[in-house]
């Protein structure tokens, strides 16, 4: 997969979330996952997806993150990737892993995460780099997907 990088630095934040209501909210074709998972987008989703926390234990969202934004377009390739590493997502809540939420790990540390709300189709929850080798580690030591029969 080609993977390409936006110029996130030479955006405005308006031209950054036209980009993204266009590329995922507005797309005139749904955005399918490798094996036909229709997802999902929605405008309000940009804040959470691209903002970072300054105060990482206050999980603040108030830095728009550049890094993550030149990365927008990785989010559908990510999504279609048949050499992406398919896991099942941690759910914070229950802290246990959730059947009905899925990770795409490519590219070493990029992860994209869906979240199943009925057979075939899921939303989008984020997608970021993976920056710390703990966290990594973890994530790559989950349980795989399985292909769970409630969702595909």
């Known amino acids: 997969m080609a993977y390409k990088k936006i110029k996130a630095h030479k955006m405005s934040e308006a031209q950054l979330r036209q980009l993204w209501k ?3 909210c507005c797309a005139s074709l749904p955005i399918h996952t490798l094996d036909g998972v229709q997802v999902k987008f929605y405008e309000d989703m940009f804040d959470h997806a691209f903002y970072e926390s300054d105060k990482w234990k206050e999980k603040d969202k108030s830095i728009l993150s ?3 934004c030149e990365k927008m377009l990785w989010i559908k390739e990510a999504l279609e990737d048949a050499t992406a590493a398919l896991k099942q997502g941690w759910d914070k809540k229950t802290k ?3 059947n009905n939420r899925r990770v795409a790990l ?3 540390n990029y992860v994209v995460i869906i979240m199943f709300v009925k057979r075939r189709i899921a939303r989008f929850v984020t997608a970021y780099e993976i920056d710390v ?3 990594l580690g ?3 030591d989950g349980p795989d997907w399985a292909g ?3 969702w595909l």
């Open 22 to 24: 266009q590329t995922y």
């Open 66 to 68: 550049l890094n993550r």
């Open 96 to 98: 246990s892993y959730s």
């Open 106 to 108: 490519v590219k070493g």
């Open 133 to 135: 080798d703990d966290n």
């Open 138 to 140: 973890k994530f790559k």
């Open 148 to 150: 769970h029969n409630d």
